[in-house]
């Protein structure tokens, strides 16, 4: 309580959700391309946490910027590969493509994304970030122009989720003049990518219209040979009025309309141990009428306005509704006894007869199958300002950024469960049911979040002290499964709400031109869910580090050290568990661990080639301090000392590229360590483990001119067959040897 007493003293401080910059004036012998000289320049670019590399690497904590030059080096189009290069970053895979992506920052529980701040152009983009954040929705990565990372201290301007940090994904912007770029690219398992973007800026208006087709058929294989990949669309506009150059007021308004649609023939249904070692592309025929629909749509206004060079208000109102109905086998009857498939996929020797109903080697009785729309709407919208204002003293530099959202959303669960028999392989309706009739409520949040940070520089020494504060009102109003009009004759509500401010400290010292110290210690805050007087998620977060430039080598090295008060599971049948979305208390735990990076050129002074080196670690440390019972299966039952599941201790990645003004090649590598999939200690049991593996990654580009080029990659080069985990429902791989050739032309 002392330590917070005092964060809250030193702090002046935040809410929101664009960038609080870093002055790069103060380091004038910083001169690289993604430098930029002047602090209004900096500023201006609304939608981002930092905008560029000199930014993150100045930040008062532990930042990554992933450029567009880095993107576009793999083009790669699954998230999970992209965020691989960035140490403290874990995931685990689920279909192979990314489509669904389980990430951790520092040790969070990392399903489905639940408890990072997730953000599209600086806009909480999970579907229902506060009633429901877990993210069956995640952008496009490969309509990105650049990927963001924060962790660590003076993070409280991004959230609700404060513990791990934030993400947000730069889409691609209004160009400054006339440009155009068409992509697309063609390869293994009939794996198709088409990306076109044109734009331009005048006078006084701006546009940036987008289209993405990313497409496949997949590889698994179901018994029937139906499709197993997904086709997903995306359209993108953006169009810009703003001021003159010479205005007194700058000012410029955007619009931005976003709509994505996907179809998945994805399922829960793993494999058995024994399949797996077998065959493990393969797929059981009760899971061939399995599909997820899935739209997505959102609009976005931005206004900025600069009222003098040191005094800048960024406003963005923002509406967001996706809907997705995941049809999808949940639940095998034999004899009555009915079982989930994660139960029986994980014991087929105790089940022998649910398992052969779900591989379909025999025939079953109707509603034996139990087919569930996992039916569900979404909606998130709010508004949000942010008032940025610096200025200069006697060897000192200010920076006061205060930023205000209100924000609204809810989770509309409609659903039924469909019954099936299974007939010489193939399924077969048998009992249509009612709408509704399965799950019938609406889950949601009003949010007011304030927060203030105010940058101070002295010499070489750099304090960002901040708070944050969050007012949550979480509500479910559960209509029953026979009130399928929502008549309200059967209605049951509760309701929770948090009230709460979260400060933060970070501090940075250069002690050269090579070599700095940074640091800092800020609170963790998670939401909890709706449950009356359920307690949020909280923590107290440290870290220190250094990052130095040492001839030819540049790099970090940091340790952090979470202590939860209050860690937060949730109930998700992604997880193993029933899909209730309801959290429950894991209660204290501590994580902590290391993050280094290195990068060297070794070919820095050859005029025509380049060699870039890139290595990074983390060391992450998880261990329950108390025990508890949970009917997750992601949980289990914990004693104290236990790790946490699905966090590897130990995980690196390479990077080499060979850089020439007529062609690139490069390479990556990365080793994921092997992790739990239940809560425990000691030597893994080999049904809670998912073993370690070793990627590489290839790709190359060839400039026939300055406007065409030939591209190719390689994915899981070396072919190795690996289990990426337990969840939903059985072992489940990473994608196999994968090649891809296409074209990218410039305009």
Do not use: C
């Not at 430098?35 to 532990?62: C, H, M, P, W």
């Not at 034999?334 to 996929?345: L, M, W, Y």
Request: aromatic share 12%; proline share 4%; no cysteine.
């Amino acid at each position: 309580m002392k330590k917070l007493t005092l964060f809250l003293l030193l702090g002046i401080a935040t809410i929101g959700n664009i960038n609080s910059q870093e002055n790069p004036e103060e380091h004038p012998e910083e001169k690289t391309k993604d430098s930029i000289q002047k602090l209004d320049e900096v500023i201006i670019k609304s939608g981002t946490i930092f905008g560029n590399k000199y930014v993150a690497k100045n930040r008062t904590g532990s930042a990554y910027y992933i450029s567009p030059d880095e993107l576009k080096k793999q083009s790669y189009t699954d998230i999970n590969r992209v965020l691989k290069t960035v140490p403290g970053v874990t995931f685990y895979e689920e279909d192979g493509f990314g489509l669904r992506p389980n990430i951790s920052l520092r040790g969070t529980s990392p399903e489905r994304s639940a408890k990072i701040s997730l953000m599209e152009d600086g806009i909480l983009i999970a579907p229902a970030p506060y009633s429901a954040p877990a993210a069956y929705y995640f952008p496009s990565v490969a309509r990105m122009e650049a990927v963001e990372i924060l962790k660590g201290s003076s993070q409280v301007q991004y959230g609700p989720f404060t513990t791990g940090g934030a993400i947000n994904m730069v889409s691609t912007k209004i160009p400054d003049s006339f440009k155009g770029n068409v992509r697309a690219s063609l390869g293994s398992f009939n794996t198709g990518l088409i990306h076109a973007k044109v734009g331009d800026n005048k006078t006084n208006i701006g546009y940036m219209v987008e289209y993405l087709n990313y497409n496949s058929d997949g590889f698994k294989n179901l018994p029937n040979g139906s499709n197993t990949g997904f086709n997903i669309d995306d359209v993108v506009a953006k169009f810009r009025i703003h001021s003159n150059k010479d205005a007194l007021l700058q000012q410029a308004l955007e619009f931005k309309f976003h709509y994505y649609d996907e179809v998945s023939n994805e399922t829960y249904l793993g494999l058995s141990e024994e399949d797996f070692n077998i065959s493990p592309f393969s797929r059981y025929a009760a899971s061939q009428i399995d599909k997820m629909n899935a739209d997505h749509i959102q609009l976005q206004v931005s206004h900025t306005l600069n009222l003098n060079k040191n005094f800048r208000i960024t406003t963005d109102g923002y509406y967001n509704r996706t809907t997705r109905n995941w049809y999808k086998l949940d639940d095998v009857i034999f004899n009555g006894d009915k079982q989930k498939i994660a139960e029986v996929v994980s014991n087929p020797a105790t089940y022998p007869d649910h398992f052969s109903i779900l591989k379909g080697v025999v025939n079953s009785n109707n509603d034996e199958l139990l087919v569930k729309a996992n039916n569900r709407k979404y909606l998130s919208k709010g508004i949000q300002t942010k008032l940025d204002y610096h200025w200069y003293g006697n060897n000192t530099f200010h920076d006061l950024e205060i930023g205000l959202r209100y924000h609204y959303d809810e989770e509309d669960r409609f659903q039924w469960e469909d019954g099936y028999n299974i007939i010489n392989g193939a399924m077969n309706l048998t009992f249509d049911a009612p709408e509704g009739s399965e799950a019938n409520r609406i889950s949601s949040a009003k949010a007011f979040a304030g927060y203030v940070m105010h940058k101070m520089k002295y010499n070489n020494l750099t304090l960002t002290p901040g708070i944050r504060y969050e007012n949550i009102t979480l509500q479910r109003d559960n209509y029953g499964t026979s009130d399928f009009g929502r008549t309200g004759n059967d209605l049951s509500t509760r309701e929770n709400k948090v009230d709460v401010f979260i400060p933060g400290i970070g501090f940075s010292y250069q002690l050269s031109k090579q070599v700095s110290l940074f640091g800092g210690v800020h609170k963790g805050f998670s939401p909890p869910g709706n449950q009356e007087g359920e307690k949020a998620e909280e923590s107290i977060n440290y870290e220190l580090g250094s990052r130095f430039s040492l001839g030819r080598i540049q790099g970090e090295l940091i340790g952090f050290y979470n202590d939860y008060s209050n860690l937060l599971g949730n109930d998700l049948a992604a997880t193993g568990g029933t899909g209730s979305l309801d959290q429950f208390n894991a209660g204290e735990v501590a994580v902590n661990g290391i993050e280094f990076l290195l990068n060297y050129d070794l070919l820095a002074k050859n005029n025509k080639l380049k060699l870039p080196l890139t290595f990074g670690y983390t060391l992450t440390n998880t261990e329950f301090l108390n025990s508890f019972g949970s009917d997750d299966s992601l949980w289990g039952e914990v004693n104290e000392g236990d790790e946490l599941p699905y966090i590897p201790k130990h995980q690196f990645n390479f990077g080499a590229s060979l850089e020439h003004a007529k062609y690139e090649l490069n390479l990556n590598g990365r080793y994921n360590g092997e992790f739990r999939t239940q809560a425990g200690n000691g030597t893994i049991p080999s049904n809670e483990l998912v073993d370690s593996n070793f990627i590489i990654d290839i790709s190359g580009k060839y400039h026939l001119s300055k406007n065409i080029s030939l591209s190719g990659r390689i994915i899981n080069l070396l072919d190795e067959t690996y289990a990426v985990s337990r969840v939903p429902a059985g072992l489940r791989p990473g994608h196999p040897f994968g090649a891809y050739g296409g074209f990218e032309l410039r305009f």
